[in-house]
Structure formats: C-alpha cells, structure tokens
C-alpha cells in the first residue's frame, strides 16, 4: 500500500527520539550514580520543554513524573498502576530510554514466566558442552540490568505466579543474584544505576494478589486518565494520525469528529457531564487508548468501506464493538445516554445528530 | 497604569512611607513585617483591615488572646424589636504568623500607633455573597503571569509557585529586597489581570479608602502592611482617595481554628496548612533566622505517622524515612532545600500508598490535615460573650418570647395562617436542631414523617435557662447565627450518614432535606440538594426513587407549608429522580411476585406527576416508550401487564383495544389458575381504575368476559377478583357502580348492595352454628367441620 514500508512496526523511545536524547545528554549537573541524564533532564525529556525543541510525550500529570524520577533515585522500585489504557508501559519505557539509555531490558509478565526469566538461565548446549561456566550462563533481562547499571521494566507483574514474583522480594532488598552453579560465593552485584520500573493492572481479571512484603519494596503510583479534555483531544488526534500514517488515502478527521468521540468516552468515564448532570458509568473501562481504537477503526470504515469523510455515523457503529464487552448492563447505560444526552446535543450540532441517528438504529436492532 | 507599574522605578522604602506587600497569613511576610518595623521604628503601622474594627487593637494585643483567633463582624445590629433576618457575616481571621498579627503587636512594643485601613464592613457586606474569594486573592492563583509562572517553574499552581520563591525566605534578613520582590510578584499579578476583572468587585473602592487613610497620616513616618495586589495602587499618590462612611457594626473577637484558616474551607484569603506554617514561625522565631527545615520535615514525619496510627493506619520506621527522603528529593528536583507542604503530601502518597489509588487517599488525606491541623485559638474573658448567644436572644425577643426568667412557657403558633408565627416555629426548629433545649414541640403536624398533617397548630415548650447559654458557646466556634449553626448540625448529620454507609440513602437524604425546609433553612441547602442528585443518580431502588419524588413535589407546591421560594428546584430533583426511574423501569419484568404491588404503586406515582402541576417538565415520551419497551417484554407478569398497559390507554398512547383484549384474555384464559385470570384486572385497578367507568369499551370487555365464564371458574376466580377490587376508594366503587348500572338497566343501589344484616338474624345464625358444632363433636362428627 505504501512505497516504503518501515522495516519495524514500532522503533523504541530511544531510537525514535536519539537526537532529543543525546541533545539533552549535554547538559551539564550532577546526575546520581548509572544515570545517563540529569533528573531535570529526565523530566524534560518525558514531559516536554517547547523552549528546547523537546516534545511532550506523557501528558497529564506532570507531579506523576517528578514522584517517578525521585523513587527512581532512591533504593525502592517503582509500580505503575492505574485502569488499562492510561499509558504505564509508555511511561515505563521513556523513564529507562532516559534513565539507562534503553528501554528494552524488559520481562513480559505471564503465567507462564518461571524464575528463569528473572534470575539467569542456561544455554544448555553450551553448559554440556563446557560444564557450568559463565558463557554458558543466560542472564535475565534483570541480571543484565543489574549488572549494567540500568533499568529493567516488568510488565505487568502480577500476571506471574506468587512465587515467582517473590523472587523479586530478596533480590530487591539485597541488589544481588547469588549463582551458585559457578561455585561458592559467586554472586552477582548490582552496578549503581540499577534499578525496577513495574506496571500492573490491579483490578483485572487473571492477576494474582503481590504479598505484601513485595509491595513494601516498591513506591507506587497510580496513573490516571488524562484530567484535562483539551490535553486528551490533542492526544487522540496525534495517535490516530499516526496510526493513520501508513494508509495516505484517509483524510484528516474533522476537529469536531475527535471532539465527539473524546466527549462521549470522558461523559461515560467521568459519569459526569460538562454542565455537572450525572449519567451512569458503564463498567466496561472508557480509557484514552480505546477511543484512539474506536476513531482508528472509524476512520478505516469511512475510508475503505464508505468511501467519504468520517462523521459521527461511523463513530456510532464502531463504539459498541469496540468498547462494551462483557456487561449487559452497560448496553443499557448506552442506551440511556444515547437516549437523552446524544439526543440533547443532536439539535445543536450535525456530527451529534449522524451519530444520534445511528446510535438509536443500531438500539433498535 | 498596569503597564507603568511594572516598569517605573518604585520607591517603596522612603523616609516617610514604608510599604510593606504582603501575602494574608504568610509567614515569610511576618518576619520581614517584623524586621521592617522594628528597623523603622514608625509613628504609626497602616494595616488592610476594616476600619471599623480598629477597636479591637488593645484585645488582639491582650496576653489572654492566643491566635487562631477571629474578628467576626454583623451588619445587622441586635437591637430590640428589629428583625435579625439573614446577617452578613464577615470573618477576618488572625494567626500567629499572620503579618498583620504581628504587624499589631510589634507596633506596640515600638509604640507606634496602629490604623485599620480598608473600607468598614457593613459596606463591603452589599457584595454579593456568592462571589467568591475577593479578586485580590484570586489572583495568587488565576492570573495570567501565575499560568507562565507554573510553566517556567514546572510547578502545579499558584500557592506552589509563591511557597517556592517566597516562604523558602523566611528567616532570612534583607527586608527590604523580599518586598521589592513581592512588590514585583503582585505588580505582575495585577498587570495580567484585567481591567474588567478589577472593577468587578469592590477593590477599587477599598484602595481609595485606603488611599485616604494614608493621606490623613501626613508627614509622620508610616508603616503600610497590605496586601501585595493593592500596593501599587496605594503608592500611586495621584489617584483619587475618598473618605470611607462610617457605619454602625456588631463585631465580636472569637476562637477561631486551624482548619478554619483553610483557604479552602470558604474564606479565602490566605494559605492552607496552618499549623505546618505555624511551626515554621515558630522555628524561624527561635532561631531568629531561617528555620531548621531538616528539623520540621523530620517533625512533619512523625507528626503524621502518629496521626496515622491514630486513625488505624500504623506507619513503620523504614516507611517514614522514605518519606522524608522521597520529600527531600522532590524539593531538589525543584532546585530548593527547603522542603514545603505540597512536597510532604506527595511524599506520603509515593511512599505509603501501595494499591491504586485516586486523588484523594486516605493517607494524603490524613497528611493533608496533619499539616493544616486543627487547634483552636483562645480570647480572654474581655472580649464578651459570642455573637451566637446575642443572635439567639435577639430572635427569641422578636418571636416575642420572654427570657426573662428560666421558666418553661407555652407557646401555640398558627404556622399556617400567620407569617410571623411561621417564622417563629422556623426558629424554634433550628434551636432544636441545634440541640439547645431551648425548645420542645409538643404538638402538632409532623410534615417530616408525614403524620396529622392536617393539625393547624405547633404547641411548644420554651425555656432559656444556662444550659441553652452553655450549649450555644459549644457551637459559637463555627458560627455567628442561629441559622449557621443550624445549618452546620444539618451538615454534620449529612456527614454522619455518609461515615455510616448511607451517605446514598435516599429516604435519609430526603428526610435531612424536610428538615432543612421546615427550619426555614431552605436558601442554604443547595449543597444538600446536590448530595441527594448524586445519590439518586446512582440509585437502583425504583420504590425509593418514587417515595422522593411523591414527598418533595409536595414541598415544591406553593400552598404547602414547607414550600419556600428560596429553596432550590425540587421539581429538578424530581425530574431526575423521574428520569432515573425510567430506566430502572425496564428491569420491572424481573420483579418478584411480592413486590409488584408495591411496584405498580410506584408506577401510579410516576404516571401522577405527568399529570401535576408541573407535568411538562418531566419526560413523557421516555416514560411511556419504557412502557412500551416493558409490554414487549415477554417475562412481564400479566398483573404487571395490565397495570402497564391501563397507563398507556390512560395517556392516550395505545388505543383501548389493546387493554381489552388483554383483559379478555386474561380473564377466560383456558387452563391458568384462579389468582392469575384476575391478575391484568387487578393491576389495572392499580394504576388507572377510572378507565373501567371512563370507557365504554374496556367496561363492555371485562363485564362480557366474567360473564363468559362457567360457575365453577368464577367461583374460584372470585377471592382473587374481589382483592383486586378492594384497592379501590369508596367514591370510585360508586363511579363503577353508577357505570355499570346505566350499562345494565339498573340502579347503582341495587348493586351496591346494603351488608348490614339484621342484628337479630346475624345472633339467631351464631347460635345455630354453635349448636351444630356441638352436635357434631357429640357424634364424633367434628372432622365434618371443615368440609
């Protein structure tokens, strides 16, 4: 479809934004021990600086990042939590492309993850072949971190089993790995600059509960969704553009098209609307990162399918599928709210009232 | 004139004129104040306070007065026989690091001579009192420099951004820089407010009083404390100055506490975190220089752990250290050693908080009232009684009661008919809310549990004895009126219900609501009305919403007597609460059996206010299509059926065919029991009886169906049938009756049959009853009896 199609789907922070990195690099202060940028830095880096040509990446709570950047400094690791969808592992991984200079050392939580994946394994070709020597050893992402002097992330942690997250709770207060396969008192220490960036969704399904003792290791902070509607809009429309990048033939979504769908997720998310009236909020998680889906997928049906520009209908259509997924109950909420809210604005605006109109023939079905 | 501020050169430390910028309650601007005075050793110290309160100069400097402490000031004089009605009240709050405090007290101890500056209160009390903080104030936070400021400083606001280029100075000596940088500071505040802004509200004029007060001082060698927004309209000797007319005034000097400081808690002016600032003075004081902030944060540290705890949440060792260090390390990050209050609370979020959390947590929280604290001022004996008690007496001698001696008395008032008496019952209702003995009702119309309505009269039992005296200083600290103080009880009841799980309990709500209504509180309760919108909208309890809505759309009504025409919009309430009853509408057809009476009940509710005195507000066309929607519902129960469908016929929205055929139906339907041939005719009696005899042809269907039937069926149809007509009233039966009557030929007496039998016959049948039995238990028969 393209002329020249990227050779990966997704660079990683620090080759996306190299020149941002090593701009700031230069700049002069004390940087704790393993880092590669000031804190301040740091913070620029993640939250902008329009002054310095840096682009803001994170956007909302900027107190969030300043509490991330001095946890980090400290002895204790840093937990991510909050609702899906309000941007931890991007958070995550700009913290360590700042911090470390990587952002790929990093352990994807599941059931499946065993305590190899956290402390070391072994090339078992190489470990026959030469018996239990350091080459045949395969460090963790979290040994490589450690000794490097770098920051490792864990993603979404409490999908591992309780045990092997416990793993965690020695390795995080001691900062070493014993091995005694390559003989008594080998053990591998923790360079400075080493350090745990973790995400969790709490409240989800499939995760298990962190004992205690491992949370007490960790400072945490709970990501929310973005307070500030203009912040969120603007958001919205630079992540469908660029989802949108690769396929030249869809227009650009009119303002007021964005403006709809950021409206509708913030009423039903919030349970509020502009003027303080209450709507029921449907259970199902209204997040940022699900209405970049619903205008992707909206946009992709006018495109291919309507042949026009997008306009509420298609924002109609997609938004059941996409967003109510379990719930009965939340059909209903919907329904309510497409009922009198949608119905109130259709009267007043043209987006509104194609919206409207399919949101009550899909009802109907 | 903005733009010259900030770019003429100001002399702001002259021979005659020292002016000193100053934030309210900052203590960085206390200790320079200090410095300053008692560098210059002024004949007099100009301070921003209504002038009308000078006189409580000689109390503020009294050893037995301990701040936090407050002047509080009533436009309306007690006097006799004047009817107190609403007072506006205004609290100028003072604590120890407040400059003007210690403006006051330095000044004596120089023996300058201490002049309050600013416009009396009485006429600053025809500002509307909704406004808001004054714009002086609300500048820290909302001009336009402040939005730059926060941006150049990644920082999050405007208290943010002073705390971190101002309190950070405290203690330290040159004076007279730290106000060339206030000056600068509030210059720019004032320049990127606008003009219109400005005018708004009564800051020009209270710069023009203060403008004349500082002309009257001459040539003698002045101190000005005043509020840093002001002072570049003070230094500016060319503007207009006018003389302030002076007005009568109650004041009284009174405790005040810590958390009242809050700006938050309404007052607005000044900073939060009362006690924190307070230690730091107190650090500052003692070492007559900067404060030990190590010191105060370690304080800060434990402080808060203790105060957790107490609220059963232990804090450990190693989890205070990271607090503090987590503290320290935000205030780096920022580029200061100092570490301020905002940096504490973020702490304690970082370092405690292990699950997700939202913005308010329990231990942010606990940090945040840790720092503003809760200590309450003292004022010695001089400063007289509260103003609650003279209030109270004032109302008590216009309600023509006397207290003269500690008797109890009767009183009888005609709340319906006389204005005045209402009145009086109203201040009767919030003397007992309040809880002071004063008075007891003993009899009369309870509009709260809705009882002997009807009554005329409200006979009570008055006393003002000590105990009445004692109780209404207990409540003097938060209020300077009757009305307040009762308002406070019934927030404090809310707050109750909240703490105990109810805080969505719609009848307690509603309950709390009446009560506000019927002590003539109705103006104030809009945050109360508030809490009920969000519990109704979150309610699932379709008998609840409907109970509310029948309970304050009477009270909307301007015959009833809680109606007042300063409450908020219940029929707004109503309306949600209807809208909210519709959707709930649509789970109907999963009612259990037992509660459907009460259900259809609700629905005849519901369907009335379409038809009240407000009926357009409230959505017909969403009440019916919920109807609608609950009819197709194939688990909708026939008794629930006919009452639903009875509706729709009723409003003209389904033609009368349908209800026929539906009672026809369930009427001689083939193979259903008893109980449910009369349920659709059952819940149509329910909800809209009036059709049977309104409507010819729903009358000719439900008549030629019972007739259809066999002897048998009817027969055991019949207990069913008769309980479903026993829900009508006696004026409808007759309706019916007369109905039924024209459509048969006969008169409706013949129908209405006369059961009062003959007394003699029915004594004669007993007897004969009793004898069988008795024959019957002779032969051993008895098992017969119950054939």
Excluded at chain 1, 204 to 225: I, Q
Excluded at chain 2, 105 to 118: K, L, N, Q
Excluded at chain 2, 179 to 186: L, R
């Amino acid at each position: 479809m393209t002329t020249d199609a990227p050779s990966v789907l997704r660079q990683p922070a620090e080759v996306l934004y190299a020149a941002e990195l090593a701009a700031l690099a230069a700049d002069p202060g004390p940087r704790p021990p393993g880092w590669r940028l000031t804190p301040r830095a740091v913070r620029a880096f993640v939250v902008g600086d329009p002054a310095r040509g840096i682009t803001t990446k994170f956007v909302g709570d900027d107190g969030l990042v300043d509490r991330c950047i001095v946890s980090l400094m400290g002895r204790q690791g840093l937990m991510l939590v909050g609702e899906p969808g309000t941007a931890k592992s991007l958070l995550s991984e700009l913290l360590a492309a700042a911090i470390s200079g990587t952002s790929s050392l990093v352990v994807q939580g599941s059931a499946g993850i065993i305590e190899d994946h956290l402390r070391y394994g072994w090339n078992y070709a190489l470990l026959l072949n030469l018996g239990p020597k350091p080459e045949a050893l395969v460090p963790s992402p979290v040994m490589s971190a450690m000794r490097e002097g770098r920051i490792v992330r864990l993603e979404e942690i409490t999908r591992c089993a309780p045990e092997v997250q416990d793993v965690l709770i020695s390795l995080m207060s001691e900062k070493t790995i014993a091995i005694p396969e390559l003989g008594p008192h080998r053990e591998e220490r923790a360079s400075p600059g080493f350090n745990i960036i973790a995400t969790a969704n709490l409240l989800d399904r499939g995760v298990h509960d962190m004992s205690s003792a491992l949370k007490r290791r960790f400072n945490f902070e709970t990501v929310l969704p973005i307070a500030n509607p203009a912040h969120e809009r603007d958001l919205v429309a630079r992540q469908v553009a660029e989802r949108m990048a690769a396929e030249p033939d869809a227009a650009t979504p009119a303002p007021d098209v964005i403006d709809l769908i950021v409206t509708v997720f913030r009423d039903l998310r919030t349970g509020r609307l502009a003027d303080g009236a209450t709507v029921a909020s449907p259970k199902a998680v209204m997040s940022t990162a699900e209405a970049v889906n619903v205008t992707h997928a909206a946009l992709l049906d006018a495109t291919y399918l309507d042949r026009g520009p997008v306009s509420g209908r298609h924002l109609a259509r997609q938004l059941r599928g996409v967003v109510f997924k379990d719930d009965p109950d939340d059909a209903r909420k919907l329904k309510a709210y497409i009922d009198i809210v949608a119905r109130d604005r259709a009267g007043r605006s043209s987006v509104w009232k194609d919206f409207f109109r399919e949101a009550q023939a899909i009802s109907r079905e | 004139m903005n733009e010259a501020m900030l770019t003429a050169p100001v002399a702001l430390a002259t021979e005659r004129r020292v002016f000193a910028p100053i934030r309210h309650h900052s203590p960085a601007c206390a200790f320079m104040v200090r410095a300053a005075i008692r560098q210059t050793r002024p004949e007099m110290v100009l301070i921003e306070a209504p002038s009308d309160l000078e006189g409580f100069v000689p109390l503020l400097c009294d050893a037995g007065t301990i701040p936090p402490v407050a002047i509080v000031a009533l436009t309306l004089p007690n006097a006799e026989g004047t009817d107190p009605g609403e007072a506006e009240m205004t609290y100028i709050p003072f604590a120890r690091h407040s400059p003007e405090f210690v403006a006051i007290r330095e000044a004596r101890a120089v023996g300058a001579r201490v002049r309050f500056i600013d416009l009396p209160c009485a006429s600053r009390h025809d500002r509307d009192p909704d406004a808001g903080p004054p714009v002086a104030e609300q500048a820290f936070g909302t001009a336009d420099f402040i939005q730059a400021m926060t941006r150049k400083l990644a920082l999050r606001d405007g208290d943010e951004v002073w705390d971190h280029l101002f309190e950070t100075r405290l203690g330290q000596d040159d004076w007279r820089g730290f106000f060339a940088d206030t000056y600068a500071y509030c210059a720019a505040l004032r320049a990127t407010t606008s003009v219109e802004t400005i005018a708004g509200d009564d800051t020009l004029a209270r710069e023009a009083a203060m403008r004349w007060h500082l002309r009257q001082a001459g040539e003698a060698c002045v101190v000005i404390v005043a509020g840093g927004f002001h002072v570049p309209a003070l230094i500016d000797e060319a503007a207009p100055a006018t003389r302030p007319v002076a007005t009568k005034l109650a004041s009284y000097l009174v405790r005040y506490s810590e958390d009242q400081l809050d700006s938050r808690s309404g007052y607005g002016a000044g900073l939060r975190f009362a006690r924190w600032y307070d230690r730091l003075w107190e650090l500052a004081d003692a070492a007559q220089g900067p404060p030990d902030w190590r010191q105060a944060t370690l304080e800060a540290g434990l402080g808060f752990a203790a105060a957790s705890a107490a609220t059963g949440r232990r804090v450990g060792v190693s989890q205070i250290v990271e607090l503090v260090s987590i503290a320290s390390g935000l205030a780096r990050l920022k580029g200061r050693e100092a570490v301020l209050a905002r940096d504490l609370i973020d702490a304690a979020r970082t370092a405690l908080v292990k699950a997700e959390a939202g913005t308010a947590d329990p231990y942010t929280e606990t940090m945040a009232a840790w720092l503003t604290g809760h200590r309450l001022g003292d004022v010695p004996a001089a400063a007289g009684q509260p103003p609650l008690i003279a209030d109270a007496r004032a109302r008590a001698r216009h309600a023509r009661i006397d207290l003269g001696d500690s008797l109890r008395k009767t009183r009888s008032l005609d709340i319906r008919r006389n204005a005045a008496h209402r009145n009086a019952s109203r201040f009767l209702h919030q003397m007992t809310l309040i809880d002071t003995g004063f008075a007891q009702l003993r009899e009369g119309p309870d509009f709260i549990a809705g009882h002997r309505n009807g009554l005329l009269h409200e006979e009570w039992l008055v006393a003002w004895t000590p105990l009445v005296e004692a109780r209404l200083i207990a409540h003097s600290g938060h209020s300077a009126t009757v009305p307040r103080a009762a308002l406070h009880q019934l927030e404090a009841q809310r707050l109750q219900l909240a703490e105990d799980g109810q805080g969505n309990d719609l009848a307690a709500l509603t309950r709390l609501v009446l009560i506000g209504l019927r002590a003539g509180l109705a103006r104030y309760l809009a945050p109360l009305v508030d809490a009920l919108k969000l519990a109704i909208a979150a309610s699932p309890d379709l008998g609840g919403l409907a109970a509310l809505i029948g309970r304050l759309s009477g009270a909307a009504q301007p015959d009833d007597p809680l109606y007042d025409p300063y409450a908020p919009d219940l029929v707004g309430v109503c309306v949600l609460a209807f809208n909210q009853a519709i959707t709930l509408i649509t789970n109907l057809a999963e009612a259990p059996d037992m509660a459907l009476s009460q259900r259809i009940d609700d629905l005849r509710t519901l369907d009335a206010m379409l038809r009240g005195p407000y009926g357009e507000r409230f959505d017909h066309r969403r009440f019916l299509a919920a109807l609608d929607d609950l009819l197709a519902n194939r688990a909708c129960l026939p008794r629930l059926a006919g009452a639903v469908m009875a509706l729709l016929v009723r409003a003209g929205h389904q033609p009368p065919t349908t209800l026929a055929t539906l009672l026809r139906g369930t009427l001689t339907g083939v193979g259903i029991s008893p109980t449910e041939r009369a349920q659709a005719l059952e819940g149509m009696i329910g909800t809209a009886p009036m059709l049977l005899w309104l409507n010819g042809e729903i009358l000719t269907a439900a008549n030629a169906a019972l007739a259809a039937l066999d002897e048998t069926t009817f027969l055991s149809a019949l207990p069913a049938l008769r309980r479903g007509f026993t829900h009508l009233a006696p004026h409808e039966t007759d309706r019916l009756a007369e109905a039924l009557g024209e459509m048969h030929g006969v008169s409706a007496g013949q129908l209405l049959a006369d059961e009062t039998a003959d007394l003699a016959l029915l004594a004669r049948a007993a007897a004969a009853d009793r004898a069988l039995g008795e024959r019957l238990a002779a032969d051993g028969l008895s098992h017969w009896e119950g054939t």
